[in-house]
């Protein structure tokens, strides 16, 4: 992963989020309204709404920005829903132009860290300060690389309580990690962690992340040369379930793209075409005694 620069993907995201908010409140499915803060304004974000609107991004990757603004809103209501059961924490990993920590209502009653690389952090930081001033006191901004830094350390620097509950979103991170970096932060998070603590993130199948010749494996491939970012971690299809609990986790929730079309993409929205097949959103909880 690039680390000299902000995150071309996160800026990217930030765009759809910002994008999607301009529609009427009857067809949008997620609003943001720090995005348009978050993305180089003027002429790129003009360029950018062309792109899309006049369906050459479309045709370029197929059902993507319906993936992105899908996914958004299906963890966005996961981690409602868990704040409405209580909770202590919020980790979010990988952050990137995440902003549910300033637009979720509730999460101000917890304590919510942000952790990503340092290049992509302090450019986020910059442009949300010039439209939230003074940044909110409940919110610890840690920068690190978890592919190199253990997210342990990182924590309990930045005050972290591994008794808490903690919901852990890992939300279009864990793909470009490494093996290794994917298993430890998995055994942080089930090793150091609340009862009834929590994991979501979205991931590829294996059979799409190694096809890089056709399909949506070459364009993901294609991405991550022009973007500087690689996919390089995927889970078999219908597999992450046993994965997840040789790790430590239970209640293991699979979700694939239709099932998240199907929910959202209805009405007027149901003609929106969706990526689907290549990847999914998984949710755990951690396992204790009893369990």
């Not at 950018?48 to 299906?74: C, H, N, T």
Request: charged share 20%.
């Amino acid at each position: 992963m690039a680390h000299t620069r902000a995150s071309r993907s996160a800026e990217g995201v930030a765009a759809k989020r910002a994008i999607e908010t301009l529609k009427p409140e009857a067809v949008r499915i997620v609003s943001d309204p720090y995005a348009h803060a978050l993305v180089p304004g003027g002429i790129m974000f003009s360029m950018s709404m062309w792109i899309i609107k006049s369906g050459l991004y479309e045709r370029i990757a197929p059902g993507a920005a319906a993936f992105i603004v899908g996914r958004e809103r299906y963890i966005d209501d996961y981690l409602t829903a868990y704040l409405s059961a209580g909770l202590d924490q919020v980790v979010i990993l990988g952050a990137g132009f995440d902003t549910r920590a300033f637009r979720i209502p509730g999460i101000e009653h917890t304590r919510v860290f942000e952790i990503d690389q340092p290049a992509t952090q302090a450019v986020k930081l910059a442009r949300l300060s010039k439209v939230i001033d003074p940044l909110p006191a409940y919110i610890t901004f840690i920068p690190a690389d978890l592919n190199t830094q253990p997210l342990g350390e990182v924590l309990r620097n930045g005050g972290y309580d591994a008794q808490g509950k903690t919901l852990f979103i890992w939300q279009g991170v864990i793909y470009f990690l490494t093996p290794e970096g994917v298993d430890r932060t998995l055994a942080f998070i089930a090793e150091h962690s609340g009862p009834d603590s929590a994991v979501i993130f979205d991931y590829i199948y294996n059979e799409t992340l190694h096809d890089t010749t056709h399909g949506y494996g070459k364009a993901l491939a294609r991405a991550g040369k022009v973007s500087g970012e690689p996919y390089v971690f995927g889970s078999d299809r219908g597999q992450v379930g046993s994965f997840l609990a040789q790790r430590g986790f239970c209640d293991v929730v699979d979700v694939p793209l239709e099932d998240v079309k199907s929910n959202y993409f209805t009405g007027s929205n149901a003609a929106r075409v969706m990526v689907t097949g290549h990847l999914a959103i998984a949710s755990a909880s951690v396992c204790r005694a009893g369990n």
